[in-house]
């Protein structure tokens, strides 16, 4: 915490409100105006939480290495010299005559997916003089503005259940604490919340398409530059879940039985398409290299990166092969959803987690009691289908490839907001199966 940060922080915060009540009413209605505000200020006392946290718990981490040891120096290089700022905004990893001063003091400056959140941090910087906390609230203004997005989407569809999805989508506590601080999970969730809008409104509800299709764009290149895994996994999702949307809307029986395997075979083919795309300019990521990347990635993570971020935990060998990967699904699926257990608590962070953890395996075993086979059934809805498919394959990549739970608590929140809205329409849906039982 610096002098400027006293300074510079309230009024950032200031203009941020100020900002949001001016839009509010454009991007509102009468029935969800209420969350607008209240979302919007739970991000920003998280943003802040966060960097207490790093500051006098870590006593340091990656949210001050993006910033006091990332794009404090661009924001230097900015002050000395427009020119030399401008290069390493634009940098792709080279230290080139001028810029190596600055850039031989940044850490992540040859990590490029790093790198990335030290440039959106530089920009922000111009604005905030290089003051920490006001960085963090744009950073969470970034995260509002993609769950917004995300929250709109299923409000469109289910304006009846706006409270439960406001719950989903903003007030979940490990979200809205590592969603919203200087870190790479912010800008990731940011792009997620946008891509689903995006995905939604360009192609099922064709509104706005050359905004829109500027967004998806966007949010595709952010997420492929700092974390393309979760490109991979959402984006087969989306094209599974437009063409089934699409099927949806076709109003004769027969239509739908004769075009249904023909929609679902090319929906795949797009889907696996698109995966083999992604992954072409990162060898890491491609369809052979998936279990190797996985293995290197929990064991960097439970013995090295990640030894500090909180306790680990083990699924059992990984050794490279597929089979060794899809052998520990079930587990990963449990560890990511349901873990850490009261048990395993060993620090107030994991107990917080532990406590979420608990709340959420509630609401599953209470969802299966009740609606039994009936559960199946919700299945034919696409938009359940999509965030189960998103969330439970995304529980799986992240939970086989982490082994630490502190690690877990901070990659696990793209898929939490997804999951929740599954359930919570599966519920839905599950009453009016009973309402319609009531009435043979």
Not at 153 to 182: D, H, M, R
């Amino acid at each position: 915490m610096e002098l400027r940060d006293l300074i510079v922080t309230p009024i950032i915060i200031f203009l941020v409100y100020a900002g949001a009540y001016w839009i509010r009413p454009y991007v509102t209605d009468a029935i969800n105006r209420k969350y607008f505000i209240p979302a919007l200020t739970v991000r920003i006392i998280g943003a802040l939480a966060v960097g207490f946290l790093y500051q006098f718990y870590y006593d340091g981490g990656d949210t001050f290495n993006f910033h006091t040891h990332g794009s404090r120096h661009v924001w230097e290089a900015f002050m000395d010299s427009p020119l030399t700022g401008f290069k390493l905004i634009f940098s792709s990893g080279q230290y080139d005559g001028d810029v190596f001063k600055y850039a031989s003091q940044i850490p992540f400056y040859r990590d490029p997916s790093s790198y990335t959140i030290i440039k959106i941090s530089s920009i922000f910087d111009l604005i905030t003089f290089s003051s920490y906390s006001a960085t963090a609230v744009l950073f969470a203004t970034l995260s509002f503005i993609g769950l917004w997005l995300l929250f709109k989407t299923f409000y469109v569809q289910y304006p009846e259940l706006n409270k439960f999805l406001a719950i989903a989508c903003f007030f979940i506590p490990s979200v809205f604490f590592w969603g919203s601080g200087l870190l790479k999970d912010t800008i990731t969730l940011s792009a997620l919340g946008l891509m689903v809008y995006s995905s939604y409104y360009l192609f099922v509800l064709r509104v706005n398409k050359v905004i829109t299709f500027i967004c998806l764009s966007g949010s595709i290149y952010i997420l492929y530059a700092v974390k393309i895994y979760i490109l991979l996994i959402l984006l087969p999702s989306l094209i599974i879940w437009i063409f089934l949307l699409k099927l949806s809307y076709i109003r004769s029986v027969a239509t739908k039985i004769t075009l249904a395997p023909i929609v679902m075979l090319f929906a795949v083919l797009l889907a696996g398409l698109s995966l083999v795309k992604a992954s072409e300019d990162n060898p890491k990521y491609s369809l052979g290299k998936l279990a190797e990347t996985a293995k290197v990635t929990a064991y960097d993570i439970r013995f090295w990166s990640g030894r500090d971020a909180g306790s680990g935990y083990s699924l059992g060998e990984l050794d490279g092969s597929f089979a060794s990967v899809l052998k520990l699904g079930p587990s990963a699926i449990n560890v990511t959803l349901f873990r850490p257990y009261f048990w395993e608590a060993k620090n107030p962070l994991m107990l917080i987690s532990s406590i979420e953890s608990f709340f959420l395996l509630v609401l599953v075993v209470a969802t299966l009691i009740n609606g039994r086979l009936r559960v199946f059934r919700t299945l034919t809805d696409p938009t359940i289908l999509f965030c189960l498919l998103f969330s439970i394959v995304f529980a799986f990549a992240v939970g086989v490839s982490t082994f630490n739970f502190g690690t877990l608590s901070r990659y696990k929140i793209p898929m939490l907001p997804i999951f929740v809205i599954a359930l919570i329409l599966i519920n839905y849906k599950l009453k009016n199966f009973k309402k319609l039982s009531s009435l043979d």
